[in-house]
Nanobody
Framework: QVQLVESGGGLVQPGGSLRLSCAASGSIFSINAMGWYRQAPGLERELVAAITSGGSTNYADSVKGRFTISRDNAKNTVYLQMNSLKPEDTAVYYC?????????????????WGQGTLVTVSS
């Protein structure tokens, strides 16, 4: 079993900051890419930021310069630092990880999603 546990969401004023955390646990051999997605009311789920095992990052244009993704490989944890938050950032944020999970014969490649954490940016 592999699971992702997210934390750090909440209510913040426009211009404020939040840091989201996502910790992976279970029978993990290695983690390839990790990322954050979000889904706002009435909109499709979209990629916010992603980071590979080699440290390469990608960001949605709407968050470039404001959000920073990072990971601590020793802790199997990915973070999303969100600064200069705007009302349009309001969404449920989901952690995603592509992992090699341990099995008796070796490993299997899985895509795992967290339960989501709500970020509300409002005055």
């Amino acid at each position: 079993q592999v699971q992702l546990v997210e934390s750090g969401g909440g209510l913040v004023q426009p211009g404020g900051s939040l840091r989201l955390s996502c910790a992976a646990s279970g029978s993990i051999f290695s983690i390839n890419a990790m990322g954050w997605y979000r889904q706002a009311p009435g909109l499709e789920r979209e990629l916010v930021a992603a980071i590979t095992s080699g440290g390469s990052t990608n960001y949605a244009d709407s968050v470039k310069g404001r959000f920073t993704i990072s990971r601590d490989n020793a802790k199997n944890t990915v973070y999303l630092q969100m600064n200069s938050l705007k009302p349009e950032d309001t969404a449920v944020y989901y952690c995603n990880a592509k992992v090699w999970a341990l099995v008796t014969t070796g490993s299997r490649y899985l895509e795992v999603w967290g339960q989501g954490t709500l970020v509300t940016v409002s005055s």
